[in-house]
C-alpha cells in the first residue's frame, strides 16, 4: 500500500513557475516508478511525465517538454514536478501516481497506475 500526497500547487502568473511534489508514504517507494497527470474541467485527466523507480528514465508528454521536469528522491520518499514557463493552458488539478511496472509504451495510460494522491490545483493567470 502506497499512500501519497501532493502539494505545491498555487496561483501563478503566466510565464512563472511552481514546483509540485508528491510525499510518499511506506518502505517500498522505491521500487514503484512514479508519474504526474492533470486535469482541467471538462477534460480527461492527461499524463505529463513518469520517472522510472530507479529514476534512470523519464518520459515528457509533449505539451510539457522543455517546461517541465520530474525528479525524484528514493531516501526522502518524494517525487518533484519542476513546471517552468508556465502557460494558462497548464491550468489544472495536478495528480501524483505510483505502478509497479515501468513500460514505455503504456506510461500515459491512466488504468496502468495503482495508487493515486488527490491532486493539487495549479491555476496560470494570463
Known amino acids: 500500500q502506497v499512500q501519497l500526497v501532493e502539494s505545491g500547487g498555487g496561483l501563478v502568473q503566466a510565464g512563472g513557475s511552481l514546483r509540485l511534489s508528491c510525499a510518499a508514504s511506506?518502505?517500498?517507494?522505491?521500487?514503484?516508478?512514479m508519474g504526474w497527470f492533470r486535469q482541467s474541467p471538462g477534460k480527461e485527466r492527461e499524463f505529463v511525465a513518469a520517472?522510472?523507480?530507479?529514476?534512470?528514465?523519464?518520459s515528457i508528454a509533449n505539451s510539457v517538454k522543455g517546461r517541465f521536469t520530474i525528479s525524484r528522491d528514493n531516501a526522502k520518499n518524494l517525487v518533484n514536478l519542476q513546471m517552468n514557463s508556465l502557460k494558462p493552458e497548464d491550468t489544472a488539478v495536478y495528480y501524483c501516481a505510483a505502478r509497479k511496472t515501468w513500460v514505455v509504451g503504456n506510461l500515459a495510460q491512466r488504468g496502468r497506475y495503482d495508487y493515486w494522491g488527490q491532486g493539487t490545483q495549479v491555476t496560470v493567470s494570463s
Open positions: 520517472i522510472r523507480a530507479d529514476g534512470a528514465s523519464i
Open positions: 511506506g518502505r517500498t517507494f522505491s521500487s514503484y516508478a
